[in-house]
């Protein structure tokens, strides 16, 4: 251990201490011993800092700091070292608010577009996810401020996200679902890892020794601390025993003293305390070392903030060259988005920005003269004629009408997620009637997911924006204006429609289970394997320029798995700006015993050229480009034959390929599923049948719905008791109250009415700060369970004086 000897001066109550938070967003010291507490916020894109002054309370009160571009935004630069710049001027600020550590960023799949959480993570691909995320905590960490990745693991949903077990097969665990963190880990070594809510496989991520013991220390060397997500602590006993270090936020000492009374009776070691322990006083050291006042230029982080997002916004349209606008022609702008932006998602990423641009005043500022009609309140879908009559006469006098459009904030947030891919309808409504008066409309979307685009052969260009931070009207007008050439690429699949997305038939799953049986096809390895139409592709995006690739050599046409293959070819501009070009890498293995997606990314590269300029490229393939997870060996495995390395500007554009010959080092059984599970070989996989399922996850599916004769306990929610008599009653009183309370155009109340009746009751113990107490939780339980209701609601009734007295310690913590 780093620290035995302070360790060894230590109580056992002292040690456990360090092992839950202070409050909600502290981390308890010791000063006897002269450790200081620490401040952890809330991330991923910016830093959400409580403000102590503030006279609010929650998500809408935070210090004003720089939002910057949300991950998915980011994610389409496919830059690295952009994202490690960003990240060491959040670090800056997260030193001058005196933060140790910054709660991000997320690197969970994009299994489907419908997760309401989407625009915090990266991508449907998990090396494009890692490497970012390896780049952007590189940046953080390298001033001294830790990040904590999360969250870990298998979680691409908000529906029942707290207690619902994602049951997916280990191959496909291994790679779609862990690979990011694995790369960021041994890549970037975050001081924290954050654990999701969800079980996986039937144990809860936070008691889950197999992913934070086994495959997240033992195998990938990870060295800093396991932390629970706000609430996600299951059985804290097990947990500790299991690898989860930090307990967040404080449970009021309720756990901390059921792990000293497991030490006292031997039902626990006390080294998993003092491993603990140790890993939390490394920790504060770290962080330690940077406290103190410090500053940073809020204005230049803004203008990266604007760098960022105009490296990221993806242009998928520009027929006719219709962009960049020339200055000479009258334009209409026509959206409210225009000079009110969505610009970032709703939850616990939601911060207060420094300032705001909007790309309106970034169009005059570029020179144009603009007409305006708003076209439709952003607060509500609702058609307004005045106003859309109002912008058909604007757009009526232009050269060209430029309308921003996209999912407002109430349909994308953490607790909840989307049930269709549609855009509201006053936009789609405003399109149209603006299409009816012009033929040249350039349409600016917003939006942290893919949306259905019905208008996408109508309008002459495309330019996606996503959530790009509190400068992105300076970036997307620099774009608009040809001051900047766009070179973002989208690190996700746009589907042509939801029913045509690999997980269709079983996201979100039921009350009881996510199925993850489309497997290892999500996102483009599913669309090109079962060779889908998409609206567009993994990889698309235009320039004002164009790009011509050729001569790709390999360093080998015949290896071992144990070599290192290097693939280098030539980029020309041939056009006659200057712009950048993402060139990717992906390989197909062209006959296999297993079944494989017809091409993975297995690297990628962006490179700047000049107008007429040309450049080679060069990228490095080891073995885990060629191999895929042999279940039967638990590793990593590479079969041996050829595979077509294909380089490409985007997944469907494939521009050179050549052939190599790998020969496996490794004897091994490859799996062979041709007969028990057929339709995963031509990625017929929205109707897996329960056979071909049960064949590659190895076991019998459990069960999908709750037994309704099953007894509550305090890990089920409120939900699950609508089986009961009273539990019924509770649960449709609630959300008769939750109706009353909840605002559709306001996401944050959106998100508390989602989430109320799927909170574990448990945490209404550990995160209430001694309000609801454990007898008032078992009083409730007796309820809900319809045996002795009017003992239970006694034991409500005697905890009331004690909740009303610890009220404003709840407030203080929060």
């Not at 959040?90 to 910054?102: D, F, G, P, R």
């Not at 893919?450 to 996606?464: G, Q, R, S």
């Not at 197909?588 to 997606?597: G, H, N, Q, Y």
């Not at 306001?746 to 309000?771: Q, Y």
Request: glycine residues 8%; negative net charge.
């Amino acid at each position: 251990m780093k620290n035995a000897e302070l360790l060894s001066k230590m109580t056992l109550e002292e040690k456990v201490a360090l092992l839950s938070g202070k409050d909600f967003w502290h981390l308890r010291g010791n000063t006897r011993l002269g450790l200081p507490e620490l401040m952890i916020t809330d991330g991923p894109h910016g830093l959400r800092k409580q403000n102590p002054d503030g006279e609010k309370k929650g998500l809408s009160n935070s210090v004003p700091t720089t939002c910057f571009p949300t991950a998915a935004t980011t994610a389409c630069s496919w830059d690295p070292k952009l994202l490690y710049r960003m990240g060491e001027a959040m670090a800056e600020e997260c030193l001058a608010e005196k933060v140790s550590v910054i709660l991000g960023p997320g690197v969970n799949m994009k299994r489907s577009p419908l997760c309401g959480r989407n625009f915090e993570y990266f991508s449907e691909d998990p090396l494009l996810a890692g490497e970012l995320a390896a780049g952007l905590i590189n940046g953080i960490q390298s001033k001294g401020v830790g990040t904590s990745i999360k969250h870990f693991a298998v979680n691409s949903q908000e529906k029942r996200r707290m207690t619902i077990d994602s049951v997916v097969d280990e191959r496909a665990m291994r790679e779609i679902y862990l690979t990011a963190f694995e790369i960021a880990v041994k890549k970037s070594q975050p001081w924290t890892v954050m654990n999701s809510y969800n079980k996986v496989n039937g144990t809860y991520a936070s008691d889950n020794g197999y992913l934070q013991n086994d495959i997240l220390r033992n195998e990938w060397g990870f060295e800093g601390i396991v932390v629970t997500d706000w609430g996600a602590a299951n059985d804290r006993v097990l947990g500790l025993k299991n690898g989860n270090d930090l307990e967040m936020p404080s449970s009021n000492g309720y756990n901390d003293k059921k792990i000293c009374a497991a030490v006292r009776n031997g039902s626990l070691d006390e080294k998993y305390v003092d491993l603990a322990a140790d890993r939390m006083i490394t920790l504060i050291k770290n962080s330690e070392a940077v406290l103190g006042d410090y500053t940073y230029d809020k204005d230049a982080h803004h203008k990266l903030a604007a760098e960022v997002c105009s490296q990221s916004v993806v242009l998928l349209k520009n027929e006719d060259n219709i962009l960049p606008l020339k200055k000479d022609a009258k334009i209409a702008v026509i959206g409210e988005m225009a000079r009110a932006p969505r610009y970032q998602g709703a939850g616990s990423s939601l911060i207060n920005p420094t300032k705001l641009s909007d790309a309106f005043d970034g169009l005059i500022e570029n020179g144009f003269n603009l007409l305006f009609a708003p076209g439709y309140n952003k607060k509500k879908d609702e058609i307004n004629e005045t106003m859309i009559r109002d912008a058909k006469i604007v757009a009526s006098k232009a050269d060209v009408a430029v309308v921003f459009i996209g999912l407002t904030e109430e349909y994308e947030s953490e607790g909840y997620d989307r049930s269709h891919l549609r855009l509201p309808v006053s936009h789609l409504k405003l399109l149209e009637e603006v299409l009816s008066v012009n033929e040249n409309v350039v349409v600016v979307l917003s939006g942290g997911s893919p949306v259905e685009m019905p208008f996408a052969c109508d309008v002459k260009a495309i330019l996606n924006g996503y959530l790009g931070g509190q400068a992105s009207g300076i970036a997307i007008a620099d774009i608009l204006a040809g001051k900047v050439n766009p070179s973002g690429k989208l690190a996700e699949t746009y589907p042509a429609a939801l029913s045509d997305t690999p997980c269709f038939n079983y996201y979100p799953g039921t009350e009881q289970t996510a199925e993850h049986r489309e497997g290892i096809y999500i996102g483009y390895r599913y669309y090109d394997s079962a060779m889908k139409d998409v609206l567009f592709p993994f990889g698309y995006g235009l320039s004002y320029t164009k790009f011509e690739y050729s001569d790709i050599k390999l360093s080998a046409d015949k290896i071992s798995d144990t070599d290192t293959l290097t693939v280098s070819y030539k980029i020309k501009n041939t056009g006659d700006v200057a712009g950048a070009e993402v060139s990717q890498i992906y390989v197909s293995d062209k006959e296999s015993t297993i079944f494989r997606p017809v091409k993975e990314l297995r690297g990628f590269s962006k490179v700047y050229l000049e107008a007429g300029e040309e450049k080679e490229v060069s990228v490095e393939l080891s073995k885990r480009a060629f191999a895929y997870y042999n279940v039967n060996i638990m590793d990593w495995h590479v079969e041996s034959g050829e595979f077509d390395i294909m380089v490409g500007a985007s997944s469907r554009d494939i521009k050179l390929e050549a052939t190599v010959s790998v020969t496996s080092t490794v004897e091994a059984e490859v799996p062979d599923y041709k007969e028990t599970a057929p339709c995963y070989y031509i990625a017929d996989v929205q109707n897996v049948p329960d056979s071909a399922f049960e064949a590659v996850l190895g076991r019998e599916i459990p069960a999908s719905t709750l037994d309704p004769t099953s007894v509550i306990t305090f890990a089920n929610s409120l939900c699950d008791a609508k089986y009961t008599k009273w539990g019924s009653r509770v649960n449709a009183l609630l959300n008769t109250a939750l109706d009353a309370f909840t605002d559709p155009d306001d996401p944050t109340t959106v998100m508390v009415k989602a989430m109320a009746l799927e909170i574990p009751i448990r945490n209404f113990i550990t995160m209430s700060a001694g309000v609801f107490s454990e007898e008032m939780a078992e009083g409730l339980i007796m309820i809900l369970n319809s045996k002795s209701a009017g003992r239970g609601l006694g034991k409500i009734l005697k905890g009331l004086i004690g909740a009303i007295k610890n009220i404003p310690e709840l407030l203080k913590a929060i």
